[in-house]
Nanobody, 115 residues
Framework: QVQLVESGGGLVQPGGSLRLSCSASSSIVSAIVMYWYRQAPGKERELVATITNAGRTNYADSVKGRFTVSRDNAKNTVYLQMNRLKPEDTAVYYC?????????WGQGTQLTVSS
């Protein structure tokens, strides 16, 4: 069992930056893919960014060029650097770890982009 804990959310003004962290309770070296999702009020959860264990990344069109996902296997942590934030980025952000046989989710962290 792997526990994931997201942190770093909060209130930020439009145009600002924030970095989210997803810390795992054990090694993520064998995690095939690490994901960041988000869910805004009244909307379905959507995939924001992915990073494979080879370091390949992929982004939703809505965040491409503004968000950067990275992983530090030595720290069992995945990051989501978010720049030029917009009000429509407001959501609860979740990370997910896909291992060969199991998948784990964190509890989420709230990001609010508002002036």
């Amino acid at each position: 069992q792997v526990q994931l804990v997201e942190s770093g959310g909060g209130l930020v003004q439009p145009g600002g930056s924030l970095r989210l962290s997803c810390s795992a309770s054990s090694s993520i070296v064998s995690a095939i893919v690490m994901y960041w999702y988000r869910q805004a009020p009244g909307k379905e959860r959507e995939l924001v960014a992915t990073i494979t264990n080879a370091g390949r990344t992929n982004y939703a069109d809505s965040v491409k060029g503004r968000f950067t996902v990275s992983r530090d296997n030595a720290k069992n942590t995945v990051y989501l650097q978010m720049n030029r934030l917009k009000p429509e980025d407001t959501a609860v952000y979740y990370c997910r770890a896909q291992f060969p046989r199991e998948s784990y989710w964190g509890q989420g962290t709230q990001l609010t982009v508002s002036s």
